[in-house]
């Protein structure tokens, strides 16, 4: 029987890229512009799709919300990525690293639903378009919008629960830019194989279904499109079909070499370079993908900017002339 807590770790300490502590500097500045880019274009996004009312439809709705996602994600991992970049580590609570898990989980997994949904809208509209204003009604929308946020909040718990039962005895040095769940289980003095397991079926359950879903979609979709007659029509729905497919591969792939392995441990260092991807590069890859390649959304977005520079300029006249 297990006569005292052995879960004395109170804090740990995150070495981001020690390793590489003559780059640190530029790894900060590329790593902020980033963020900031990241965080600027998922706002405008947000704020186009919102303000617009030829927007106001199922694949900008599940855009927007991909892109409320995508801030919080990124501003999970992102700025305590910069921390330790600028102190070489970071020092992290306990309890502040498990909430950090949670959030990761939670954000990852919600992401995974809504880019099945989103495939799905758009093999509806492809492939069934007469039938597309009842099959993805406004209704249905905000339901499957619902179903994704409320299954990733669901999903962000088991991992994190199951992480803060583990003992952790020492060391506390997590070799990563975030806790995340492999080296935290490395890092733990208890036994992680029911721990490792369950995480890795619920990973299969969330990260290889959702990624199924969303190629079938993708292959119904270029059936669908080698049977456009115009050469030009093909050439640029596969193009932008093509775009929304390598964003994904590279998410899901990504995500899926890190979890779903039970008990494959790579490197410290390919960690850290793979979970850059699903953590940095993706949230950054979509709003370009999805919006600025859309010819609507630029148009749109077009249409925004002349209205708020009209009433920008207008009110700049009106004081001049109360002056």
């Keep these: 029987m297990k006569s005292q807590n052995l879960s004395t770790v109170t804090e740990f300490q995150l ?16 790593f902020l512009f980033i963020y ?3 965080v600027t274009g998922n706002i405008v996004i947000i704020v186009v799709v919102s303000q617009d009312q030829r927007l106001h439809s199922p694949m900008y709705t599940f855009l927007k919300h991909l892109s409320f ?27 502040a690293c498990i909430a950090q898990l949670y959030f990761f989980v939670f954000f990852g997994a919600t992401e995974c639903f809504l880019l099945a949904v989103m495939a799905y809208d758009r093999y509806l509209a492809i492939c069934s378009p007469l039938h597309y204003s009842f099959l993805m009604s406004p209704e249905i929308c905000t339901k499957l919008v619902a179903i994704s946020w409320l299954t990733g909040v669901s999903t962000g718990f088991l991992p994190s629960l199951m ?17 995340d769940l ?19 079926i619920l990973s299969i359950a969330v990260l290889c279904i959702c ?4 190629l079938v979609s993708y292959v119904f979709i270029v059936s669908s499109i080698l049977r456009i007659p115009s050469a030009s029509g ?9 775009s929304h497919l390598a964003v994904v591969t590279i998410y899901y792939g990504t995500m899926i070499s890190m979890y779903v392995r039970p008990s494959a441990r790579l490197s410290p260092d390919i960690n850290k ?6 953590t940095v590069v993706t949230p950054l890859l979509n709003p370009v993908i999805y919006s600025l390649r859309n010819k609507d959304f630029k148009d749109a977005l077009r249409k925004v900017m002349r209205r708020n520079c009209g009433i920008y300029g207008v009110r700049m006249k009106e004081n001049l002339f109360i002056r």
Aim: net charge neutral; glycine share 4%; proline share 4%.
């Design 234 to 242: 093909r050439m640029k729905t596969f193009s932008t079909c093509g």
């Design 163 to 179: 992480i803060s039962k583990l003992d952790f005895c020492g060391p506390n040095q997590i070799n990563h830019f975030f806790c």
């Design 15 to 30: 070495l981001g890229f020690q390793n590489l502590l003559e780059w640190q500097t530029l790894l900060f500045i590329i």
């Design 69 to 95: 996602l995508e801030i919080w994600y990124t501003s999970t991992i992102v700025p305590l990525l910069l921390a330790t970049l600028v102190s070489q580590g970071q020092a992290i609570s306990f309890h």
């Design 182 to 200: 492999p080296p935290l289980m490395q890092l733990s003095c208890s036994s992680v194989y029911v721990t490792e397991m369950v995480i890795f």
């Design 273 to 278: 370079i793979v979970s850059v991807f699903y």
């Design 36 to 38: 900031f880019l990241t």
């Design 211 to 214: 990624f199924i879903l969303t």
